[in-house]
C-alpha cells in the first residue's frame, strides 16, 4: 500500500506504472488534446530533473503536454540565488498553483560524481556544481545522490513562498531517485526516513 498525498501524485505514480511496463499513453501531437489545452494550462506538479539525456521526466511519469512543469539543470538543483530556477518555481507555485514539486535524481549521476573532483573541473562547470550548497556524501554515488535530494529538498522548504503554500493548502515537496538501469524507481519517505521502491503493478499501489 502506498500513499498519493494528492491527485497529482497519484496520477504521477499511475503514469510511473505505465511507463515501467511499457503502456504509455503519452503521445505525439493530438490535434484534439491541443485544442483542450490551447488557452490554459492547469499542470498538477512541478519535476526539478537533472540535465542527464537519459532522464526525460514527461516520459518516466508518461505525461502528456499541460500536465507537468519541468525545469532542469545538472545536479537538479535548488538553487535561490539562479533567477531562473527561482522565477519558475514561483510561477509553479504562486499561479499556476501545482501539487507537488518533486525533485528526481538518477543513478549513474554524472553531476554528483564530479563533486568529488571540483578542482580538477573547468572554470564552466566547477562554477556551476559548485553553487550546489551540497557537497558528495556517502558510501556509495548512489547514496551521495539521494544525499544531494534531501539537500534539495530542505532547500525548497526553506524559500518563504514554498513554505507559505506548503502551510496554507498542503503543496507537498517529494524526493525521487530514478534507475537508469532498469527503471525502477524509489521515493523518499519523510515520515519514516527511508526510501522506498515505487509499486510497478496496480495491485501494489490501491
Ligand atoms: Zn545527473
Known amino acids: 500500500m502506498i500513499s498519493f498525498s494528492n491527485e497529482g501524485m497519484r496520477r504521477l505514480l499511475a503514469g510511473y506504472r505505465n511507463f515501467f511496463n511499457g503502456n504509455p499513453v503519452r503521445k505525439g501531437f493530438c490535434a484534439l488534446h491541443a485544442e483542450q489545452i490551447a488557452d490554459t494550462q492547469n499542470p498538477h506538479s512541478m519535476v526539478v530533473s537533472c540535465f542527464d539525456s537519459r532522464?526525460?521526466?514527461e516520459a518516466i511519469f508518461d505525461t502528456n503536454d499541460g500536465h507537468i512543469c519541468v525545469h532542469r539543470n545538472m545536479l537538479n538543483q535548488i538553487d535561490k540565488e539562479d533567477f531562473s530556477m527561482v522565477a519558475s518555481l514561483r510561477f509553479a507555485v504562486k499561479n499556476l498553483q501545482v501539487e507537488n514539486i518533486v525533485i528526481l535524481g538518477h543513478?549513474?549521476?554524472?553531476?554528483?560524481a564530479k563533486l568529488k573532483h571540483l578542482e580538477e573541473l573547468p572554470p564552466e562547470l566547477r562554477a556551476w556544481l559548485d553553487r550546489t550548497h551540497t557537497c558528495y556524501r556517502g558510501e556509495s554515488l548512489e547514496a551521495a545522490v539521494k544525499n544531494n535530494v534531501l539537500d534539495q529538498l530542505a532547500h525548497l522548504h526553506s524559500i518563504d513562498f514554498v513554505a507559505e503554500e506548503e502551510a496554507s493548502r498542503g503543496l507537498k515537496l517529494e524526493g525521487f531517485y530514478f534507475h537508469i538501469d532498469d527503471g525502477r524507481m524509489e521515493r523518499w519517505n519523510n515520515a519514516d526516513s527511508v526510501w522506498t521502491f515505487v509499486p510497478?503493478?496496480?495491485k501494489d499501489a490501491c
Open 55 to 57: 532522464v526525460c521526466p
Open 107 to 112: 543513478s549513474d549521476c554524472n553531476a554528483v
Open 200 to 202: 510497478t503493478e496496480e
